[in-house]
C-alpha cells in the first residue's frame, strides 16, 4: 500500500489544520494507521493512531484534547484534526500502516508502510 500524506502548512498558535493520509495500492480498511512526527534533531515520536475498524484511537499525552484521528474507509483516508496548535508542535508528519492487529500501535517498530511527511510549522 502506498501513502500520502498532505495538509501541512505554515500556521499561528492557536489555529487549526486537518492532515490526511491517502492509500492507494491497496484498501486501508485493513491496517492500523498511525500518524508520527519529527522535529529537527529530534527522534520520530508517536502522535496518534487507529485501529482498522475506527474503534480504538490512541493519543500521545503532549496532544490529548487537541488532536483528533479518524477513518473513512469507503475513502480510504486516514485524518488527523489539529486544534490548538502550538509551536512545539512544528514538526514533519508521517503517517504510516500496519498490517498486524496485535502489535503495539505506539512502536515505530509496528508499521510496514511510510508516506512522505508532510510539514506542520506553527509560529509563537
Known amino acids: 500500500v502506498q501513502l500520502q500524506a498532505s495538509g501541512g502548512g505554515l500556521v499561528q498558535t492557536g489555529d487549526s489544520l486537518r492532515l490526511s493520509c491517502a492509500a492507494s495500492g491497496r484498501t486501508l480498511s485493513s491496517y492500523a494507521v498511525g500518524w508520527f512526527r519529527q522535529a529537527p534533531g529530534k527522534e520520530r515520536e508517536f502522535v496518534s493512531a487507529?485501529?482498522?475498524?475506527?474503534?480504538?484511537?490512541y493519543y500521545a499525552d503532549s496532544v490529548k484534547g487537541r488532536f483528533t484521528i479518524s477513518r473513512d474507509n469507503a475513502k480510504n483516508t486516514v485524518y488527523l484534526q489539529m486544534n490548538s496548535l502550538k509551536p512545539d508542535d512544528t514538526a514533519l508528519y508521517y503517517c504510516?500502516?500496519?498490517?498486524?492487529?496485535?502489535?503495539?500501535?505506539?512502536?515505530?517498530?509496528?508499521?510496514?508502510?511510510w508516506g512522505q511527511g508532510t510539514l506542520v510549522t506553527v509560529s509563537s
Open positions: 504510516a500502516a500496519d498490517p498486524d492487529t496485535t502489535s503495539q500501535p505506539m512502536d515505530v517498530r509496528s508499521y510496514d508502510y
Open positions: 487507529i485501529n482498522w475498524r475506527g474503534s480504538t484511537k
